[in-house]
């Protein structure tokens, strides 16, 4: 490195080439790459952790394309981890590219990371706990993290600052950006550098002002609130120092511009090595790990961050014309959602951008002004399809990949072949992914997927099936965070392989679960896992706690997660035997204990027992399905349990309703025998308020108890002769009962019942009766109709039965006919 270069680079006699940067800044990426090109180094360093150093070759690897950051976790304690995000146009992966490719030193030079998570230990209750990125939350944002404030603060190792540190913070930019007369930091860099040459003619010049700004800065504000940077700068003056006793002064630093006049301040070595002696330590690991740029967000929390990676990226990316570039991408992911836009569309955006410009001052468009453009422009003023244009492509989906090389504890191995194996590739944008558990391909990516969501890693949450609600067919909704890594590290205690780690985790949480419900959730977990191992270990818990627990509540709430667990066995052809005699146990447990447990409840309580009656008779009826014949008789003993309930007054209204429609439902009852049983609590004798809570519980609770009334003429009669004959004082206090059960009806049955209503008691048998003014209603069934929709609910079903179309149409026939009575 000449003494020319030197020279220009702003140094006070001999000393390293210091380039201030702003991390993830576009503009000083290409600076520091011109200044390298120039200066000629002999060794290249970076702020950032030294354990990393061994890391730097990856980065020439071809598969190795960022956005990446390095991971920085206790060996002892994973979770506790540290980030240092870097993306394509971050001016350390120029640094590190530029090194690489001249065949030149590389080193990090920041405080290591031992210190760093034995810190972030250490302050835990201050800073929340759980995984930071190293360059410092609010510490190395100066207030806010304002888009890449790392290039006025520098950025570094330091999760947290909020111990030994000023009441008083700064944002460097902001500071600079207001003493220029603007009142948006981000305007003002992008006017001062990302609109500006790389110094022309001189590639130093740009970081010899911005040095001289930060000296300013520095020189008022001190360590601007951030003492701890103290340190860190401590032990990268001594890192440096090490440096030039080995290349001598042709060496060039690249770190946050914050922190260069601390790095050009003449210090003795002792009292640097005092500051950095006897900081805590932790044992650490470190890897590459794939980052995205929805994470490099400042609206991610991540303290470093910027406003819109994406819109930075074609900024570093683009040879040329960045607007006219950008109004191409943002015209085709419009066009790409149904939008009409053309060419004309693309070449007004441009004008209408460089016109704002014009009027503003500004030496080129800004995002500001493009994003205006786009939305008088393309989104025609609507915010809608702007959000779109903000989320896809300002700031972006973009997810980096790592080299196969790179270190990683076994179980992220495992999970990688895995993934390979299936063909299910992390992505960064959410998508939905639907799976046929009949292919072996999707069953696998099923087991991987329950897998990781039993050991944490929430890859994949479910969703709800389209088109089909059975067993045989599941949704995910995917999206690939990079803190997975951290989890997935953390899971690393339980096994070196998914299965391994999964079937470890659920023996662990069986015997820690608190509760039968939660044991019957884990028995669940385990046969969607598909984890045989776990399973007896599971059941053997689940056993021990049903039979001492006595509270029918939570009886009836472990039950219905078993006999889901019945059916998903079914599909995935896993032995359930000792599954079903534990629900059969279960299910005879909560008969004998639930009439007593009706009675003498309050409101809450009664509301609460009814879904746990609705969720016991569903289970009943899936186990009843089975092929053993205690489970058939497991549909009588029900059934007759809803009788003593149906009938007995010291069960709140809301549950004997209930149990009358279930009944009703089934064909256990008959029509005229439940319009007596309401009548009975209709009569004068009744509270209007248990009265309401009887009918809530009958034609309530999304039980289709809305087209009952409108079928069956004596029953809303007598609705309609009791709600208008209530007193005047007690009304109000069944209004809300009436209409909770009543709004919940869809639009079109409301109408129908008030119709009906409307026309009186006289005319609703005519109405009923010949359809006149409501259509769909008839005395007798439609053959004509009816057979119209055959073929679509045979398609509907998959039904093809041995005896042939006739035979199915006839079943159908019969079933319609069922529905219509």
Known sequence: ??????????????????????????GSARAVRAALDAARPRAVLIEGPPEADALI??????????????????????????FWPLAEFSPEWIAIRWALEHEVPARFIDLPATHTLAWRRDTEGELGGGAGDGRGGDADTAGGGASGADAERGGGANPDSSVMETDVRIDPLAVLAEAAGYDDPERWWEDVVEHRGVGEGDAFAPFVVLEEAMGELREAYGSGGHDRDLVREAYMRLQVRAAQREFGDEVAVVCGAWHVPALRQKTAVAADRALVKG???????????????????????????????????????????PVERWMTKVAGLLRGEDRIVSSAHVIEAVRLAETLAAMRGRPLPGLGETTDAVRAVMCEGSDVPLALVHDRLVV????????????????????????????????????????????????????????????????????ASRGSTGTFRETWRLRWEPELAVRVAEAGVWGTTVLAAATAKAEADAVAAQTLAEVTGLAERCLLSELPQALPVV?????????????????????????????????????????????AGLAERIFVGLPPACAALDADAAEEMRRHVDAVHGAVGLLGDAPAPDHRDLRGRWHSVL?????????????????????????????????????????????????AAWIEGFVGGGSGG????????????????????????????????????FSAYEPGVRRTLGELVRRGPGERGSVTAAGSGIPGFAADLDPGRADAVLPVVRLLLGLEAPGGPGEVEEDIDNDLAGVAG
Not at 280 to 303: E, F
Not at 575 to 581: I, R, S
């Open 643 to 691: 009788r003593v309930l149906s009938v007995r007054d010291t069960v709140p209204g809301v549950v004997r309703g209930r149990a009358v429609r279930l009944l009703l439902d089934d064909g256990e009852l008959g029509q005229d025998e439940a319009a007596r049983l309401m009548g009975l609590v209709l009569s004068p004798g009744t509270p209007p308020g248990d009265a």
């Open 539 to 583: 059941m053997q818990v689940l056993a021990d706690r049903a039979a001492l627990d006595t509270d029918v509540g939570h009886l009836a709430q472990a039950l219905p997660a078993l006999v889901r667990s019945l059916r998903y066995g079914d599909v995935r052809g896993t032995d359930t035997g000792a599954l079903a005699g534990v629900a």
């Open 396 to 463: 972006g989906d973009v997810l980096g990949e790592v080299p196969q090389a790179a270190p990683a504890v076994p179980l992220q191995r495992d999970l990688d072949r895995v993934q390979r194996q299936l063909r299910l590739k992390p992505e960064a944008l959410e998508r939905e992914l639907e799976l046929d558990l009949r292919k072996e391909t999707d069953a696998g990516r099923s087991r991987l997927l329950h897998r990781l969501r039993l050991l944490g890693v929430a890859w994949g949450e479910p969703a």
């Open 279 to 321: 900081l805590p330590k932790v044992k650490t690991d470190m890897t590459w790990v794939p980052w995205t740029y929805r994470r490099l967000s400042r609206v991610s929390g991540y303290g470093a961050g910027i406003d819109s990676p994406g819109w930075y990226g074609h900024l570093f990316a683009v040879p040329d014309r």
């Open 57 to 82: 070759p990856l980065a020439a690897e071809e598969d190795m394309r960022p956005p990446v950051a390095l991971l920085a976790h206790a060996v002892d304690e994973p979770g506790r981890s540290a």
């Open 706 to 741: 809305g087209m009952l009334l409108v079928h069956d003429e004596r029953l809303l009669g007598l609705v309609d002769s009791w709600l208008t004959g209530v007193p005047a004082e007690a009304f109000t206090d069944v209004l809300p009962l009436l209409r909770r059960t």
């Open 1 to 26: 490195m000449t003494g020319t270069a030197r020279g220009r680079s702003g140094a006070a006699g001999d000393g390293p080439l210091l380039l201030g940067v702003r991390h993830h800044g576009p």
